[in-house]
């Protein structure tokens, strides 16, 4: 029983290391160095090539950018949706709480749930009404994200399949954990342009001959 309950603690606090911080730090990153990433690229791409290689960049970053854009845009939703609750419900901490709503809710599947964890217990200790309402908010900011936000803001940004989001997802999160189950879009973002962008090239290359 002991260790299961560690390994549950490790898995928690490994999920709250990768929301708060390594999720947050990536998203930074990107946005600050995306350009010198293509910019370095290109300078070392095959002359007969450039042309393509150029419009593969323009376009990873033009989805990138609105995949990313999407999910923050989300997640600050959400977290407001919860900091108002947590607010009405009378939690203690109900900015803080909130905010990390909001944070975790970028890991799918996985992320909404632990963030409903800290205010459902510190509402439990007020009353268990308190807690109920926490719940209550919690799942009210999923309805609207799942019933509007993913399929109108996010799946008009991405053009995929919603069955086939949810495999990827599912596969990266075996592979790569939490940072896999967000990096699962993005990477089949980029994976599908540059094979649309290498075929146009060898129907180019083939043209020509």
């Given amino acids: 029983m002991f260790s299961g309950i560690a390994d549950l603690v490790s898995k928690v606090s490994y999920y709250f290391f990768t929301g708060i911080l390594i999720i947050p730090l990536m998203f930074g ?21 450039a042309d393509g290689i150029v419009r593969a960049l323009k376009s990873i ?20 949706i919860c900091c108002i609750g947590f607010y009405l419900a009378g939690i203690d901490g109900w900015l803080f709480l909130g905010i990390l709503a909001g944070f ?6 996985i992320g909404p749930l632990l963030g409903a964890i800290p205010p459902v217990i510190v509402g439990y200790i007020a009353s268990p009404m308190t807690a109920l309402l ?15 936000l993913i399929p109108f803001m996010i799946s008009e940004k991405v053009n995929i399949n919603p069955l086939l ?10 592979l790569l954990g939490p940072l896999g189950m967000v990096l699962a ?3 089949y973002i980029v994976y599908k342009i540059i ?8 129907v180019n290359i083939y043209y020509e001959d």
């Fill in 29 to 49: 990153v990107y946005f600050k160095h995306h350009n010198k990433i293509g910019n370095y690229i290109q300078h070392y791409a095959p002359p007969e090539h």
């Fill in 61 to 80: 970053g033009r989805e990138l950018e609105d995949f990313f854009s999407a999910k923050m845009l989300e997640s600050a939703i959400i977290g407001l």
């Fill in 104 to 109: 975790l809710n970028i890991i799918p599947y």
């Fill in 134 to 148: 926490a719940v209550i908010t919690v799942i009210i900011a999923q309805l609207i994200d799942n019933l509007y």
């Fill in 165 to 174: 989001s949810v495999v990827l997802t599912l596969a990266a999160s075996k």
């Fill in 185 to 187: 879009i993005p990477i």
């Fill in 195 to 202: 094979i649309k962008e290498s075929y146009r090239e060898l």
